[in-house]
């Protein structure tokens, strides 16, 4: 089994930046790629982001190309989101979630290719 603890959410100004970062516990030599989901109210949870094993491949949903960077680093079993100019739509529960086995470029997207599962954390944008 792996663990997923997220952090780093909260509340920032339109504009803003905020640094998420997934810790991953247990048996974390089985974790493969991993990515970034979101829900919001009242809405289906959404990719945000995805990151193959090695870092070297990433993924990013179109409304957050440009402004969210997602990167790892193996050694610390660590996963992190850097957001910049947030928007109030931005405004969700933020996942990190993880893969067992490798994906194709179109798995990343679907929340269905991931194993693991983090508790999620809030992230609130201001207008």
């Known amino acids: 089994q792996v663990q997923l603890v997220e952090s780093g959410g909260g509340l920032v100004q339109a504009g803003g930046s905020l640094r998420l970062s997934c810790a991953a516990s247990?048996?974390?030599?089985?974790?493969?790629?991993m990515g970034w989901f979101r829900q919001a109210p009242a809405k289906e949870r959404e990719f945000v982001a995805g990151?193959?094993?090695?870092?070297?491949?990433?993924y990013y949903a179109d409304s957050v190309k440009g402004r969210f960077t997602i990167s790892r680093d193996n050694a610390k079993n660590t996963m992190y989101l850097q957001m910049n100019s947030l928007k109030p739509e931005d405004t969700a529960v933020y996942f990190c979630a993880a893969a067992r086995f490798m994906l194709n470029s179109g798995s990343y997207f679907q929340s269905a290719s991931y194993d693991y599962w983090g508790q999620g954390t809030q992230v609130t944008v201001s207008s």
């Open positions: 247990g048996r974390t030599f089985s974790t493969g790629p």
């Open positions: 990151i193959s094993r090695s870092g070297s491949i990433t």
